[in-house]
């Protein structure tokens, strides 16, 4: 191919939510540098929340994100308790757990079946993916719908849930109340364990990434609304001790922080969490990953629609042990007084850990928020995946280049943002 200059624009990534660019510089036959500019405007959540109560954050953040709003919830209220001394009663904890569990179920089908699947059954979007496997389409609009009915009954309402607040709920179900949704969620399971079944017949390019990797860890089960943090490289260590290894940095070409694990490049997310819980899945999920074609680690970025089918296998696994095993709390919340402090907690959203910290005075007033989400962590990642991938495909035209640039963005499920969709493609051959 000639290596002149060129530019390449892609008019709208419709299938990962945020607006972004992607510049690809190519010189004498090598990559030079791939850079993820995200352009939009800061939101200004962290200094939304200064100055407010601590009982607040549950609801503020919520609206960062549509799509996984109890992860955002889940980390402000760990990380709240945490700086509060506050332990929720087993039976708060549990229900949390399931609330959560009917995140990673509607997330999770949303992006298996509307935004990953038309990708490699080679169609624009699910819309017209649907005109030839109507099937594929409404079996994963009917495990979301399961999951949303647990964010609905739990939490308020699917979007943005408002029955969350610091030390527990304002309610709580009876498991009268549960029951309905654990028959819709055995439908679901019927459901899910065919999708990964279909989905171990796709076309995966080859791939394996190099990063550390880091996720949340619980002994004694696949970690999900919380727990401690642990990393390829053999470090585990409190969410206190976050920011002592990762830390974030400006980059020129973006608005967006770059995350760094001590210094390096490093991954959280599906394939993070697999790799290093599998172990914990449950056996049904487990025996679903090895029928499936998946070992006890995944490294290949295009494999992680697997790792997502068998994780979503083992939420509604979870969900429905959870309502079988559920007792209606005496209380729907923990008595919390604020205190003055720092706090740290984390969780699993859907696209890998999530981080939050605050600190009060003895009035409950936040003096300082941070978050660090997912895709800023994993920037640096894809980033340099961005590279290896073009890199072994400069034979391929710019039409076809731009196409797998965006499936191998679109493997992280990126949420650049809730907003308009749109990706710019910048490749520049000389």
């Not at 036959?29 to 009982?55: D, K, S, W």
């Not at 965006?406 to 308009?420: G, H, K, L, M, Q």
Request: net charge negative; proline share 7%; aromatic share 6%.
């Amino acid at each position: 191919m000639s290596h002149r200059s060129r530019q390449l624009r892609v008019s709208s990534l419709a299938r990962v939510e945020g607006e972004g660019a992607l510049r690809v510089v190519v010189a004498d036959g090598a990559v030079e540098r791939a850079e993820l500019n995200i352009y939009e405007p800061p939101r200004f959540f962290e200094a939304l929340l200064r100055g407010r109560a601590f009982t607040e954050p549950p609801d503020i953040t919520a609206r960062i994100c549509g799509i996984c709003p109890v992860a955002y919830q889940t980390s402000a209220c760990n990380a709240l308790e945490q700086l509060c001394g506050v332990d929720l009663d087993p039976p708060l904890a549990a229900l949390r757990r399931l609330l959560y569990c009917g995140e990673w179920i509607s997330s999770h089908a949303l992006h298996i079946h509307l935004l990953h699947l038309p990708d490699f059954l080679g169609y624009p979007d699910a819309v017209t993916l649907a005109t030839d496997h109507r099937d594929l389409v409404e079996r994963g609009l009917a495990v979301k719908k399961a999951g949303n009915g647990l964010l609905e009954l739990i939490g308020g309402r699917p979007i943005h849930p408002i029955n969350v607040r610091v030390g527990g709920f304002y309610s709580v179900p009876s498991p009268a109340d549960l029951a309905p949704l654990a028959e819709q969620l055995r439908g679901a399971l019927d459901s899910a364990i065919s999708t990964a079944r279909r989905a171990s017949t796709l076309d995966f390019p080859d791939l394996e990434l190099d990063h550390h990797l880091l996720a949340a860890d619980d002994p004694a089960r696949y970690a999900i609304e919380t727990g401690r943090i642990h990393t390829s490289t053999g470090l585990a260590f409190p969410a206190s001790e976050f920011t002592d290894h990762v830390s974030e940095r400006q980059v020129p070409h973006s608005t967006a922080l770059h995350a760094t694990l001590d210094g390096g490049p490093y991954l959280t997310g599906p394939l993070a969490r697999y790799t290093l819980n599998s172990a914990r899945l449950s056996p049904l999920a487990r025996q679903v990953a090895a029928e499936i074609g998946l070992g006890a680690e995944c490294r290949n970025p295009f494999r992680s629609i697997l790792v997502r089918a068998v994780e979503v296998v083992y939420a509604i696994e979870e969900a429905v042990r959870l309502i079988g095993d559920y007792e209606r709390p005496p209380r729907p919340s923990m008595p919390v007084v604020p205190r003055a402090g720092v706090g740290h907690g984390v969780s699993e959203a859907p696209r890998g850990l999530l981080y939050h910290s605050y600190e009060t005075g003895d009035d409950g007033i936040i003096h300082s928020a941070t978050i660090i989400p997912p895709t800023s962590q994993n920037q640096a990642a894809i980033e340099a995946d961005l590279r290896r991938v073009v890199a072994a495909h400069l034979d391929l035209d710019d039409a076809a280049l731009t196409t797998l640039c965006e499936r191998t963005i679109r493997n992280y499920d990126p949420c650049i943002s809730c907003s308009a969709h749109f990706l710019e493609l910048d490749l520049e051959r000389r």
